[in-house]
């Protein structure tokens, strides 16, 4: 393998190659036998790992079946209401843009910019 080294020197030449007599360097993920290269490895595997300590208030395993009940509910009514925002206008629309005096797709447009901004508030 040829690597390109510049001269130190103080002279304006373009670099030389030099024959390397170093191995390049091994990629740990490419060569190893029993993992995938698709998988992490161990240390970038660990390295968003959250981790609590056995009694811990935090730790979501040691909190009470009524407490976990009442987070579940309260993320179910919030994408109820994320859900319903989107679809309860729909059956008025005709009625809607018949009081504004616009045509259908200007009566549609409430409900596919709310959808737009769902999504562009969950991405930024």
Not at 51 to 75: G, K, M, V
Request: proline share 9%; with cysteine.
């Amino acid at each position: 393998m040829l690597a390109v080294v510049p001269k130190i020197s103080g002279d304006e030449e373009a670099p030389e190659q030099q024959a390397s007599t170093a191995p390049p360097p091994e990629d740990k993920e490419a060569k190893s036998p029993t993992q995938p290269s698709i998988m992490p490895t161990d240390e970038k595997a660990d390295e968003f790992l959250v981790r609590f300590d056995a009694h811990e208030p935090l730790n979501p395993l040691n909190w009470s079946i009524r407490y976990r009940c009442w987070i579940t509910f309260q993320l179910s009514m919030l994408a109820l209401a994320a859900s319903l925002g989107s679809s309860i206008i729909s059956p008025a629309n005709s009625t809607i843009a018949a009081y504004v005096g616009v045509g259908e797709e200007v009566a549609v447009l409430n409900v596919s910019l709310y959808v737009y901004a769902l999504v562009e508030a969950r991405t930024n």
